[in-house]
C-alpha cells in the first residue's frame, strides 16, 4: 500500500500519520485511538495520509502483540508471548519501501509507545525488565531516511510549546519545499535572491529558538550566491529544520519581542513605549501569552509599517485559527 501524488488535495498539507490515530481499526485488538484535536482541529489545514506498518507487513487485525527486546547484539522487534515471531527486519524494510509517498509529505504524527510507530521513550525488554528508551523500528528508519521531517508523536501534542513547534516546522517546511518547487520552473533552480528573503522572513523565528545557530546560519546565506545551489539547499534544510527543533524559550522569545521593539523607538510617543515595554515584562513573568504582545506590536506596526518586520512570519507563524501563541 502506498499513497499517490493523485491523492493529494492540494488545499492541504501532506501529513503522515499512524492510521489509528485517524480512528482506522487497525491496532493489535481491532480498535483505533482516535485524535479528535488531529482529526478535527489540525485537519483544516493538514491532509492526513494514514499508514500502519504492522497490517502493511502482514501482522493482521486481530494480532499477537510485538516489542523491542534488547540483546547481546542489537534491539529486535519480536512478538511479545512469541519471541520466535521476528519482523525486526520487515519494519524497517516497510519504511524503505515507503519513500516515494515519505519524499512528498510535510511532517509525521506518530502514535506513542508503539514499537513499530514511537518516535521516543518506547519500552524495551531486557531480562523482561522494560526501560523507556526505544524507538519504534519503523519510524526510527523513516527519521533516519528524512532527519529533516518534522517529526511529533500524538501524545507531545498534548504540551502547547511541541504542538506549536510541530505545526511551525510543519509551515516553514511547506513554504521552503514551495520556493525550491517554484525555482525547478528556471533552468538555474532557486535563485539566491529568493533564498535570501526566505530567510530574511524567518530570522526572527530563527532567533527565537537559538540565537547562536541563528547567526551562523546567517553567514551560511550570506554565501549563497558562492555555492552550488544543489549544496546549499541541502545544507540550509538539515541546519534550518535542527534549529527550529529546539523548542523557542520564553527568554528568547522576550529577547525577539524586545528587538522588534527596537524598530519603533523613533515612532512611538512615551505612553505608547512604556505599554509595550510593560506588555513583554507580563509576558517575561509568564503572566500573560505570548499573543497579547504580539497583537500590540501588529497594531503598531500598521500604523507605522516596517517591511522587515511586516513581513517576518513571527508575527503571524501560522493560521491565527489554531490558537497556538494563545497557550505560549
Ligand atoms: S501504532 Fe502504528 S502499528 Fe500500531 S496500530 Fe497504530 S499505526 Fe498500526
Known amino acids: 500500500m502506498t499513497h499517490l501524488a493523485e491523492t493529494i488535495d492540494s488545499n492541504k498539507i501532506p501529513i503522515g500519520i499512524s492510521s489509528c490515530l485517524l480512528g482506522e481499526p487497525v491496532r493489535f485488538d481491532g480498535g483505533h485511538k482516535n485524535n479528535t484535536y488531529i482529526v478535527k482541529t489540525l485537519g483544516q489545514y493538514m491532509q492526513f495520509l494514514p499508514f500502519c506498518p504492522e497490517v502493511e507487513i502482514g501482522l493482521g487485525i486481530p494480532r499477537e502483540t510485538i516489542r523491542l527486546v534488547e540483546n547481546k547484539e542489537d534491539i529486535r522487534c519480536v512478538g511479545s508471548k512469541n519471541p520466535q515471531l521476528d519482523v525486526t527486519e520487515k519494519l524497517i524494510q516497510c519504511a524503505n519501501d515507503q519513500q516515494i509517498w515519505h519524499q512528498s509529505i510535510y511532517g509525521y504524527i506518530l502514535k506513542k509507545d508503539s514499537p513499530s510507530c514511537g518516535m521516543e521513550r518506547v519500552r524495551i525488554y531486557k531480562n523482561d525488565q522494560p526501560q523507556r528508551k526505544g524507538t519504534g523500528l519503523y519510524a526510527q528508519q523513516m527519521m533516519k531516511n528524512y532527519p529533516y521531517l518534522p517529526v511529533e508523536e500524538e501524545g507531545r501534542l498534548g504540551d502547547p510549546v511541541l504542538r506549536e513547534n ?163
Open 166 to 328: 510541530f505545526i511551525q516546522r510543519v509551515f516553514i517546511f511547506h513554504r521552503w519545499r514551495k520556493l525550491l518547487n517554484e525555482g525547478a520552473e528556471n533552468a538555474e533552480g532557486a535563485e539566491p535572491a529568493k533564498i535570501t528573503e526566505f530567510h530574511a522572513r524567518h530570522k526572527l523565528i530563527l532567533m527565537s529558538h537559538d540565537q547562536n545557530r541563528y547567526r551562523k546560519l546567517g553567514k551560511l546565506v550570506a554565501d549563497v550566491s558562492k555555492q552550488e545551489t544543489g549544496t546549499f539547499c541541502e545544507q540550509y534544510l538539515a541546519e534550518l529544520m535542527s534549529i527550529l527543533k529546539i523548542p523557542a524559550s520564553r527568554k528568547n522569545h522576550v529577547n525577539v519581542l524586545q528587538h522588534i521593539q527596537g524598530y519603533l523607538k523613533r515612532d512611538l510617543d512615551k505612553e505608547d513605549k512604556n505599554e509595550l515595554t510593560e506588555t513583554i515584562h507580563q509576558y517575561r513573568k509568564g503572566l500573560i501569552p505570548l499573543i497579547v504582545p504580539i497583537t500590540l506590536l501588529r497594531h503598531h506596526f500598521r500604523k507605522c509599517p516596517n517591511a522587515y518586520i511586516n513581513n517576518s512570519y513571527y508575527m503571524n507563524p501560522h493560521p491565527s485559527e489554531l490558537m497556538l501563541l494563545n497557550e505560549l
